[in-house]
């Protein structure tokens, strides 16, 4: 294809784009209607988001509806789809869009708990003072040194409630380890490689962990639902009455999204994609706040 053809091509697909996100607009306007997102504005950052990623443009010209989908979800929860965010990430692998909640994603819809009142995750080097306890009385304590820290120990998040007690979780290098092998990426993921330094990875890992001793709202228990099929391969499209559906494999799974008409009783057959396309991209193109948190 010639540059000139490749460039009508880009532009043909961001204008169909475009034109399918305004077809959209009411259902948007619906999802958006209790989040502080505009349709307007929602639209602006989804076709920048597309604008800005030629993988993405090479999706949506084959599998609009993969592109769709993410963006309904994304629409949902109220997260902005823009990469400056942090709040949500469309991936392409192949010939779909896979739909990843962001850190700052994870931490705006926990915060949606008026219960709770703030949400922490640090590091713990092997130099640092930590020592922590279980049982009935459970505590934490982490002093970091201010010297040599050393290695990497352990990452640890930490819920405070309004009402009740705190809560934490503590994972360590061999337990993270074990989940890194769960993930699409594995061992060839950013984890725990040089392009995470600050080890964003691990403690997205332990707040999706803690997430699960959190009492869960709608909007957390679902979307963490999301995170943990997606990470194991999956993805969404739509089906021919635009509901959102999730493949797994050559199996198509109903979502229980709100804009959801109706629920499939039966598995039925996705034919249209194969579930062995390449990656476009692997994890590794892809930035260490970009990652979403393992189950």
């Known amino acids: 294809m010639s540059n000139q053809n490749k460039s009508l ?13 305004n077809a959209y607009a009411d259902l948007l ?8 997102l505009s349709p307007r504005q929602f639209i602006g950052m989804a076709l920048n988001a597309v604008k800005r990623n030629d993988k993405l443009i090479e999706v949506a010209s084959k599998n609009p ?21 942090g709040e949500c990430w469309l991936i392409p692998y192949g010939s779909v869009v896979q739909f990843q909640l962001g850190y700052q994603g994870i931490l705006k819809i926990i915060y949606r708990n008026p219960n709770i009142t703030q949400v922490t995750a640090e590091v713990v080097y092997e130099n640092d003072d930590f020592h922590y306890t279980l049982g009935l009385n459970p505590s934490l304590h982490h002093v970091p040194t201010r010297g040599e820290r050393g290695a990497f120990l352990a990452v640890y998040s930490a819920v405070k409630f309004r009402q009740d007690e705190p809560i934490f ?19 060839k993921g950013i984890m725990f490689s040089a392009k995470d330094p600050q080890y964003w990875m691990p403690k997205k890992t332990c707040v999706k962990q803690l997430c699960k001793l959190i009492p869960k709202e709608y909007d957390l228990a ?24 999730v493949v797994e494999g050559k199996t198509v ?4 999204n709100k804009f959801a ?13 194969s579930s062995k396309e390449t990656p476009l991209a692997d994890s590794g193109d892809v930035s260490p706040n970009q990652l979403s948190i393992m189950d």
Request: aromatic share 6%; with cysteine.
């Open 261 to 273: 008409q109706a629920m499939l009783d039966e598995e039925v057959q996705e034919e249209s994609i």
């Open 29 to 36: 306007g619906d999802l958006l209607a209790q989040h502080a």
């Open 65 to 85: 509806k993969s592109l769709f989908a993410s963006l309904l979800i994304c629409a949902e929860y109220g997260l902005s789809p823009s990469p400056e965010m």
């Open 222 to 245: 679902t979307s963490m639902n999301y995170d943990n099929v997606i990470e194991g391969g999956a993805y969404t499209t739509l089906n021919d009455e635009d509901e959102v559906v």
């Open 253 to 256: 799974r109903p979502t229980h």
């Open 169 to 187: 979780k503590v994972m360590f290098l061999d337990e993270l380890k074990e989940f890194q092998k769960l993930s699409k990426a594995g061992n």
């Open 9 to 21: 091509s880009v532009k043909e697909t961001i204008k169909s784009v475009e034109s399918n996100l």
